[in-house]
């Protein structure tokens, strides 16, 4: 069963300028070299509502596929290394949520 996941992270406020620069040079370079961004179906800023936010959706075949994808990412020295730790300072919150498509209309 196909299962997306959808993380999303509040940053402290200011703080998205920053993160989009990081994510741009170092976060998502580093995941298209480690081959982790085949399952990634996009990045998106909040505009209206809870702003300071970046979503992510990411698609998987099953849960053991994702469970697979992230061990995967967390041995890239590149994004672990190089991106996450000037990340995390950034955030306030970090939601994770699985989620399966309805059984009717489009599917990513």
């Known amino acids: 069963m196909t299962v997306y996941e959808m993380r999303t992270y509040t940053l402290v406020v ?27 179906v996009g990045y998106f800023q909040a505009d209206t509502g809870m702003i300071n936010q970046l979503v992510h959706l990411w698609k998987f075949d099953d849960d053991a596929d994702r ?10 020295k590149d994004f672990v290394e190089g991106f996450a730790s ?3 300072p950034l955030l306030v919150s970090q ?11 489009p599917h990513p």
Do not use: C, I
């Open 95 to 105: 939601e994770v949520k699985l989620l399966t498509a309805a059984p009717w209309g």
């Open 86 to 88: 000037k990340f995390r």
């Open 67 to 76: 469970r697979a994808h992230w061990a995967s990412v967390y041995t890239n």
């Open 14 to 40: 200011g703080k998205m300028g920053e993160a989009v620069k990081l994510y741009s040079e170092l976060g998502y370079p580093a995941l298209v070299k480690g081959g982790q961004d085949k399952k990634l």
